[in-house]
């Protein structure tokens, strides 16, 4: 089984930052895409960041500038800093991951976390 554990989340005054991790765990080959995503109340789960393996990223519109998704490749961690945070940033932000669980596996599967709060508030 894989797991994909978000932390960092917390409530911040508008202009302040954050940096959200994601840490997978479990029977892990190798991954492949791993992104950032966010869930407002009342809204639909919209992208906020990919990176590919190879560090290729893309972001929201609403993000690009204030955001900055990397990876450790060797710790298999994903980050978000978030800069400038708006209270339209507050949302419950979800990591995402494509994962191969065996070398002898052709596919990969894709997993999500929990989700970790972050509220942009005065």
């Known amino acids: 089984q894989v797991q994909l554990v978000e932390s960092g989340g917390g409530l911040v005054q508008p202009g302040g930052s954050l940096r959200l991790s994601c840490a997978p765990s479990?029977?892990?080959?190798?991954?492949?895409?791993m992104g950032w995503y966010r869930q407002a109340p009342g809204k639909e789960r919209e992208l906020v960041a990919v990176i590919t393996s190879g560090g290729s990223t893309n972001y929201a519109d609403s993000v690009k500038g204030r955001f900055t998704i990397s990876r450790d490749n060797a710790k298999n961690t994903l980050y978000l800093q978030m800069n400038s945070l708006k209270p339209e940033d507050t949302a419950v932000y979800y990591c995402?991951?494509?994962?191969?669980?065996?070398?002898?596996?052709?596919?990969?599967?894709?997993?999500w976390g929990q989700g970790t709060q972050v509220t942009v508030s005065s």
């Open positions: 995402n991951a494509d994962v191969k669980r065996r070398p002898d596996t052709m596919t990969y599967s894709n997993y």
């Open positions: 479990g029977s892990i080959f190798s991954i492949n895409a």
